[in-house]
């Protein structure tokens, strides 16, 4: 039985998140998902914009359901794979139906391009949620043709996902299974990951580095700590933080952590037996390429990217000799 | 000193006292926030409090009793990453996640902030989802960086680059077709407000 969705797949899966992309459009074919894309959606608006006009913030995402829901044969369930579009598509759906004026404003705005959106007649679910719920675990575990076995995964989930869940479609707010469990299906070992829903950082890494660098730090030492290969998340913002802004937490707190962060749908492609390549695997910043030979996975070589030298502390405030060629030598 | 300067002296018409019901009033669903019972779960479930001039029930406290100036030039909304722990357990169901939004667009508008680090990203993000109907991190990061981070731009290289070469950031932005229906959208969403 195929499982047809309208798709919001949002802005980052067409650039930073473009791993995230191809590996769901691989493993769409074995789990038979038809992923029917929102024709010319446009951006949710993150986080930012409702934090600076509220009625636009809602009408910007609107718009979105509008579309949808013109769209809509034989499917009323809206698919996201990012969490803040997720969580922006539900919540503007939630409450224009708690707020009815809000409700209103929106839809005389959406007039202004000739749509209108029914609160209520789209159900907006997270991809995850449709691979465990209706998909279901016996169908992946019957695609598994190579275990993720002796593979230490740490499942992230981050916030918006599993929170505020205004349907109660999670296990839980805070310690939620799903995750856990489609990644067991795979064969993965999976540590019970106590920061599975701690957040990443969010956009603090725009504006307020050292807060973000702090939380970024807590989840990558936590999943060291548990001796985790890898981090498994479902969200382009989680994985943007842990894995783009990881060397620049190791500078900030002297630190040398090595966490790759992949997409769960990455980790569901390669034990699907799909090639790492077709998964965006190596479009990661920090390699996953070590951690992938545990399960016998080839990664072809990328270039790699040097990380800048760390600055050098001031320990004296005198120059002190140095042996001729010593490595701490400083380019002239 | 006395405490009676941080008193706002009773004055039924003084706006800052209905301060509470306009911040309640100008959240997008039912804020709840009337309900607040000073119990301090919010703060205690705080990722980012640490940083934060004040907790949220702090905040709340400020809100009710009337300090609007305080209140909108708290950097605590700015500090908000949206994580919903404090809403999943407060016990009063207080929508906070969606009042510290509430605050900033307030704050804005009052041009009350201390820093405009995050006030300008968020502008420069809603300025490009205006123009082109998506957002454009690489525009965004550069522009953002160079105004308000530049010192941190050599560091950030090394990333930048990798993003680059990896090709996880697009150079140009991508533009809906649509993007005449989206502008009269927004321009005739930004006539209109909930709060009455």
């Given at each position: 039985m195929s499982h047809h969705y309208l798709f919001?797949?949002?802005?980052?899966?067409?650039?930073?998140a473009k791993a995230y992309y191809d590996s769901l459009m691989a493993i769409c074919g074995p789990l038979d998902l038809e992923l029917e894309e929102i024709n010319d959606w446009n951006c949710?608006?993150?986080?930012e914009y409702v934090g600076i006009s509220l009625v636009p913030a809602y009408a910007l995402i609107g718009r979105n359901l509008a579309l949808a829901e013109q769209q809509a044969n034989g499917t009323r369930t809206v698919v996201a794979p990012c969490s803040a579009c997720y969580l922006n598509l539900a919540k503007a759906d939630h409450y224009m139906r708690e707020r009815p004026v809000l409700g209103e404003k929106v839809n005389i705005a959406l007039a202004a391009g000739g749509l209108h959106y029914d609160p209520g007649s789209l159900q907006i679910r997270h991809l995850l949620d449709v691979i465990i719920n209706d998909v279901g675990l016996d169908k992946v575990r019957a695609q598994v043709?190579?275990?993720?076995?002796?593979l230490r995964v740490a499942p992230y989930l981050g916030c918006m996902v599993p929170r505020p869940d205004y349907e109660h479609r999670?296990?839980?707010?805070?310690?939620?299974t799903e995750l856990d469990r489609l990644l067991k299906a795979l064969g993965a070992e999976v540590i019970d990951f106590p920061?599975?829903?701690?957040?990443?950082g969010g956009h603090m890494t725009q504006i307020g580095p050292s807060t973000a660098f702090e939380l970024i730090r807590r989840l990558i030492h936590d999943a060291d700590l548990y001796k985790a290969d890898l981090m498994a998340t479902l969200c382009p913002m989680c994985q943007m933080n842990l894995d783009a802004y990881q060397g620049e937490t190791n500078r900030h707190f002297h630190t040398n952590y090595h966490m790759p962060i992949l997409f769960f749908t990455q980790l569901m492609g390669l034990a699907f037996g799909k090639e790492a390549k077709d998964l965006g695997i190596?479009?990661?910043?920090?390699?996953a390429r070590a951690a992938l030979t545990r399960i016998g996975v080839e990664v072809p070589p990328q270039e790699e990217v040097k990380p800048a030298k760390?600055?050098?502390?001031?320990?004296?405030?005198l120059p002190m000799p140095r042996m001729p060629g010593s490595e701490e030598e400083e380019e002239a | 000193m006395s405490a009676s300067h941080l008193t706002p002296s009773y004055?039924?018409?003084?706006p800052n006292l209905r301060f509470l019901e306009e911040v309640s009033a100008a959240?997008?669903?039912?804020?709840?926030?009337?309900?607040?019972?000073?119990?301090?779960t919010c703060g205690g479930s705080c990722p980012s409090a640490a940083d934060m001039d004040h907790t949220p029930r702090l905040l709340f406290a400020m809100i009710r009793a009337g300090y609007r100036e305080e209140a909108l030039r708290s950097n605590t909304p700015w500090i908000c990453?949206?994580?919903y722990h404090c809403v999943v357990r407060c016990p009063q169901e207080v929508h906070i996640a969606d009042v510290m939004y509430t605050l900033k667009s307030m704050a804005i508008r009052a041009k009350?902030?201390?820093?405009s680090t995050a006030p300008d990203f968020s502008q420069t993000f809603v300025d490009n989802i205006e123009n082109y109907g998506r957002s454009f991190e690489f525009g965004l990061a550069t522009r953002h960086y160079l105004k308000h981070f530049p010192l941190r731009l050599p560091g950030m290289a090394p990333m930048g680059l990798g993003m680059l070469t990896k090709r996880r950031m697009d150079i140009r932005p991508r533009r809906i077709q649509n993007i005449d229906q989206l502008k009269a959208i927004l321009a005739r969403a930004k006539e209109l407000e909930i709060a009455t």
């Open positions: 919001y797949p949002g802005c980052s899966m067409e650039s930073s949710c608006g993150a986080t043709v190579r275990p993720l076995k002796g999670w296990s839980d707010a805070e310690l939620p920061l599975k829903t701690e957040c990443c190596g479009a990661e910043l920090v390699s760390p600055k050098r502390v001031k320990q004296t405030g | 004055d039924p018409d003084n959240t997008a669903g039912v804020s709840r926030l009337e309900m607040c019972i000073q119990c301090g990453v949206s994580c009350l902030y201390r820093d």
